[in-house]
C-alpha cells in the first residue's frame, strides 16, 4: 500500500490504515468539508489537511510541517482496528456520523457510580478502561499497562473521550463525564 515514496518509510497508507481524498472543490469535495466530516468519526485517529493535522489528542489543529503540504488532498488516518469496518461514512449525504465500530469484547456492564480520579485502583478503574477501549481512546495494550489502575494513560485516555463529548478535559471521572458516557448508552 502507498506509493514507493511511502514504502520506504514508516506510513498509516502502507498498514493499510490511511487514505488520501483528492480536494476537488468542482465536485463538492472541499479538503475543509472532507476533514470536518472525517473528523466527526470515531474511527479517524488524525487528519492531515491544507498544512495543518488534527488528532485525537485535544490539541485541535496545529501547523503540520510534514514535507508534502497535504494541499491538494486530504490525509486521513483511522484505528487499525477500524481498518475491517465497512460501514457507510456518512460524508456528503447529510447523514449522521456512524456510531463507534462493534467492539469484541462485551460492554461494560454500566459504569462506576463513584467519582475517580488519577490515583485510584480498583474494579471500578477496570469497568471505565473497558469503556474507553471500547469507544477506541484507549487500547488493549495501553489498558495492560495498568489494568485497575487509574494512572496516566488512562487520565490521558478519559481527557481525550471529555474533549470529544463538550465536557471539560480535567481526567476526573465524576457526574459530567458520566452522563456523557450514559449518552451512548453505557
Not at 506510513?11 to 472543490?25: C, L, R
Not at 472541499?30 to 474511527?43: F, P, Q, V, W
Not at 457510580?113 to 477496570?126: D, F, I, M, T, Y
Not at 488493549?140 to 487509574?150: D, E, I, M, R
Request: proline letters at 9%.
Amino acid at each position: 500500500m502507498g506509493d514507493a515514496r511511502h514504502q520506504k518509510t514508516k506510513s498509516d497508507h502502507n498498514d493499510g490504515n490511511a487514505v488520501d481524498i483528492t480536494h476537488d472543490p468542482a465536485s463538492g469535495a472541499t479538503g475543509d468539508e472532507i476533514a470536518k466530516h472525517a473528523l466527526n468519526d470515531s474511527r479517524v485517529t488524525y487528519v492531515i489537511w491544507n498544512r495543518r493535522i488534527h488528532s485525537r489528542d485535544g490539541r485541535g489543529w496545529r501547523p503540520y510541517r510534514g514535507s508534502n503540504p497535504h494541499t491538494h488532498h486530504c490525509h486521513i488516518s483511522i484505528r487499525a482496528s477500524a481498518r475491517g469496518d465497512t460501514r457507510h461514512w456518512g460524508w456528503f449525504t447529510g447523514g449522521a456520523s456512524p456510531p463507534p465500530p462493534p467492539s469484541r469484547r462485551p460492554p461494560p456492564k454500566s459504569l462506576p457510580a463513584r467519582n475517580l480520579k488519577r490515583g485510584s485502583k480498583g474494579p471500578e478503574v477496570q469497568q471505565l478502561q473497558a469503556a474507553l477501549v471500547k469507544l477506541g481512546f484507549m487500547t488493549q495494550s495501553q489498558l495492560n499497562t495498568g489494568p485497575g489502575v487509574f494512572g496516566p494513560q488512562t487520565e490521558l485516555s478519559l481527557k481525550k473521550f471529555q474533549a470529544r463529548h463538550g465536557v471539560p478535559s480535567t481526567g476526573f471521572y465524576g457526574p459530567l463525564t458520566r452522563a456523557a458516557f450514559s449518552k451512548l448508552g453505557f
